[in-house]
């Protein structure tokens, strides 16, 4: 029967925790360290972005009287002690589970004879023998005696014939023994003393906090969309868009969702500065606010949180200084769960086809980035450092892309920031859609329901130092390249070896270091409709000619419509992190009936109609099919060539008969 026996130690309880603990800690502090690590990414060198970036490093990671304690930090660096205290336990326990070694107890050689073994065995008695032995400080008689004892055993299972023949058969010199079975599990748990706080902590766990656990998760993910957002405020997109919502109504959509995206605020000191940042907003859009703060419906009684997270939007798009680090905060939760509510809102968009709030939605990411007031385009000047909004205002409006009249205008007006603003100039370059048309692999046509790409080659146009567009070459035509990229399975192009990717955009006024995307979407401007679902690109790459870098291709699969016509789309790319820096081109497919295909392939008449004179053709008279009329002269000049050619067919016999001599 076996015994069993508690871990009195708790040394085999320590070696089950420590496995554990290390399975979940390695890969965890692992994946902990690689997201951590900066990535290897450049950015804008003015210096508002230079001071927004450190701004966000000691945000992030804290400094070093005050380092970012982190929720993963904590679990990593407490998971860790308790390993190096398991690790210590263990590395200082005594072995308990010793296998027996008659040799190693008497300190000899296993090849020992027994004459040997005897006169080693005297040896140890006239010193161990408890009679003979004087105590030391920290002995004991009874420790002598074990000691003795077990020195005897010993020497009797190498000398004594029957106790031998036990220590080999069953490894101990007393015969068979109990098997024990040990349970790594500390005594005190199982003592009757403390079985009231065992079973109420057990009670605690598996009765109160794991079903917390459980019942959080579960019901928190159903109140999350696939998007990320909750579903009260996917629910307020759903009805507030509609398909003429421009870039007001998404914004007051926008307002409406941060109701229950955020946490509630306490009220408290915070409000006076608020309300003061309330009053410098009306003061600056007028009556404009009293609208939007209508669409949005925040009004200060019954959605006070929703008005709270609208003000601080605002005061962010209108550049208002805020004093107060709690608002700041808040300020900085608000901004960025923007981009996360966005593209629920342009999903939702898109379930409905719908281009209008769907491009408003797409704009309305540079907006907010760049802290300009959402939809006065005409403001993309304040993008750069030393211009404000009120002086963007005031320059001539052109249709150009380019920064040339605000560079002039700022070098008159504040030289000092005019290095400043080039450097802005290096991370504003200008998207532009070189070519895009629509291909079917291995064919020349496209037919009804027929699975179409749509290849967009796109670059980034430079900025000269004084705002101006730098000319581009037209890139050559290379058949090759685009082949081999329409065949390939990949939507992107791959970039040639180098430094082509973009670094961290000029955004002096976000609260995180942000890299530029931008939208492809394929449009019915007439309809008002999205053809196919917009994807969204990066890396567009600046053009170099001296390089070899023209352009990237990006491509996007979709079927073809099912009627035959000619229909005339549109191809925009929209960016999401600039003001303005946006690129369209008209586009036309061609959708034609594979009937009418089929008729009017080229007939090859010479091998569907014999000649008149042939015997096929004399055949094909019998039974009224159609032949070839033979013209005047024609069947003499055939006779003729034929002769030529039976003399041409001779001569070469002959040379190859005399070839073969």
């Known amino acids: 029967m076996a015994n069993y026996n508690y871990d009195e130690a708790g040394n085999m309880a320590a070696y089950f925790v420590l496995t554990f603990?290390?399975?979940?800690?390695?890969?965890?502090?692992l994946a902990s360290l690689a997201a951590s690590k900066p990535p290897a990414l450049t950015g804008c060198q003015c210096q508002q972005c230079t001071t927004q970036r450190e701004r966000i490093r000691k945000r992030e990671g804290g400094s070093l009287l005050t380092p970012k304690l982190r929720r993963r930090t904590l679990i990593i660096a407490?998971?860790?002690?308790?390993?190096?205290?398991?690790?210590?336990?263990?590395?200082?326990?005594?072995?308990?589970?010793?296998?027996?070694?008659?040799?190693?107890?008497l300190g000899i050689s296993t090849g020992t004879t027994v004459k040997e073994i005897k006169s080693h065995?005297?040896?140890?008695?006239?010193?161990?023998?408890?009679?003979?032995?004087k105590l030391a400080v920290n002995e004991t008689m009874e420790a002598v005696e074990a000691k003795?004892?077990?020195?005897?055993?010993?020497?009797?299972?190498?000398?004594?014939?029957?106790?031998?023949?036990?220590?080999?058969?069953?490894?101990?010199?007393?015969?068979?023994?109990e098997v024990s079975m040990g349970?790594?599990?500390?005594?005190?748990?199982?003592?009757?003393?403390?079985?009231?706080?065992?079973?109420?902590?057990?009670?605690?766990?598996?009765?109160?906090?794991?079903?917390?656990?459980?019942?959080?998760?579960?019901f928190g993910n159903r109140e999350k969309t696939k998007d990320g957002v909750h579903t009260r405020s996917a629910a307020a997109f759903w009805k507030s868009l509609s398909e003429e919502s421009g870039?007001?109504?998404?914004?007051?959509?926008?307002?409406?969702?941060?109701?229950?995206?955020?946490?509630?605020?306490?009220?408290?000191?915070?409000?006076?500065?608020?309300?003061?940042?309330?009053?410098?907003?009306?003061?600056?859009?007028?009556?404009?606010?009293?609208?939007?703060?209508?669409?949005?419906?925040?009004?200060?009684?019954?959605?006070?949180?929703?008005?709270?997270?609208f003000v601080l939007l605002y005061a962010h798009l209108l550049r208002l200084s805020i004093q107060s680090s709690t608002l700041q905060k808040e300020q900085t939760q608000v901004l960025l769960q923007t981009p996360t509510l966005l593209n629920a809102m342009l999903n939702i968009s898109m379930a409905r086809n719908w281009l209008l709030p769907t491009l408003a939605a797409m704009r309305l990411h540079a907006f907010i980035a760049q802290a300009i007031p959402p939809g006065q385009a005409d403001l993309k000047a304040a993008q750069l450092p030393g211009i404000a909004p009120s002086d963007a205002s005031t320059l001539p409006k052109s249709e150009s892309t380019d920064f040339s009249d605000a560079i002039a205008s700022l070098s008159k007006i504040d030289p000092a920031a005019l290095p400043d603003a080039q450097k802005a100039l290096e991370r504003l370059g200008h998207a532009e859609i070189v070519d895009a048309s629509f291909k079917v692999i291995g064919e020349r046509y496209v037919t009804p329901s027929s699975f179409v790409h749509l290849v967009v080659k796109a670059r980034l146009a430079p900025l000269a130092k004084d705002g101006s567009a730098v000319p581009l070459p037209k890139p050559e035509t290379n058949d090759k390249r685009d082949h081999e990229f329409l065949l390939s399975k990949k939507d992107i192009e791959d970039l040639p070896q180098g430094e082509y990717t973009n670094g961290y955009a000029h955004t002096p006024y976000w609260p995180a270091n942000r890299k530029p995307s931008w939208w492809v979407v394929l449009a019915d401007v007439k309809s008002n409709k999205v053809v196919v679902p917009p994807f969204k690109i990066a890396d567009i790459p600046v053009a170099d000619p001296s390089r070899g870098l023209d352009y990237r291709?990006?491509?996007?699969?979709?079927?073809?419509?099912?009627?035959?016509?000619?229909?005339t789309w549109k191809v925009f790319v929209v960016s999401d992190t600039f003001v303005g820096e946006e690129a369209a081109r008209d586009v036309v497919?061609?959708?034609?009936?594979?009937?009418?295909?089929?008729?009017?392939?080229?007939a090859d008449d010479d091998i569907s109609d014999p000649e008149e004179d042939s015997l096929a053709g004399q055949m094909a008279l019998m039974r009224g099919g159609s032949v070839k009329k033979l013209a005047d002269g024609e069947g003499e000049s055939d006779d003729e060539s034929d002769t030529d050619g039976e003399e041409e067919q001779g001569g070469k016999d002959d040379d190859s008969s005399s070839d073969s001599d």
């Open 247 to 309: 870039m007001d109504d998404v914004a007051s959509s926008l307002g409406k969702s941060f109701e229950w995206e955020l946490p509630q605020s306490k009220a408290g000191k915070v409000d006076a500065e608020l309300a003061q940042l309330e009053a410098q907003i009306k003061e600056k859009l007028g009556e404009k606010w009293d609208e939007l703060v209508k669409l949005a419906e925040a009004s200060p009684k019954d959605h006070k949180s929703r008005r709270r997270a």
């Open 553 to 567: 291709s990006y491509k996007l699969q979709f079927q073809a419509p099912q009627t035959v016509g000619l229909f």
């Open 78 to 105: 407490g998971g860790w002690s308790i390993v190096a205290f398991l690790v210590y336990k263990v590395m200082n326990s005594e072995t308990q589970n010793k296998v027996y070694d008659p040799f190693e107890i």
């Open 589 to 602: 497919l061609k959708i034609d009936d594979p009937s009418v295909l089929a008729s009017e392939e080229p």
């Open 21 to 29: 603990l290390t399975i979940f800690l390695v890969p965890y502090t």
């Open 148 to 177: 003795f004892v077990e020195i005897t055993k010993a020497y009797k299972s190498l000398t004594d014939e029957n106790i031998r023949k036990n220590w080999e058969m069953y490894g101990h010199p007393d015969g068979r023994q």
């Open 121 to 133: 065995y005297k040896k140890l008695s006239r010193k161990f023998h408890p009679d003979k032995v």
């Open 183 to 218: 349970i790594a599990l500390p005594k005190w748990i199982v003592e009757s003393g403390n079985n009231i706080w065992v079973l109420g902590a057990y009670g605690v766990i598996f009765g109160g906090a794991l079903p917390a656990i459980v019942g959080r998760w579960w």
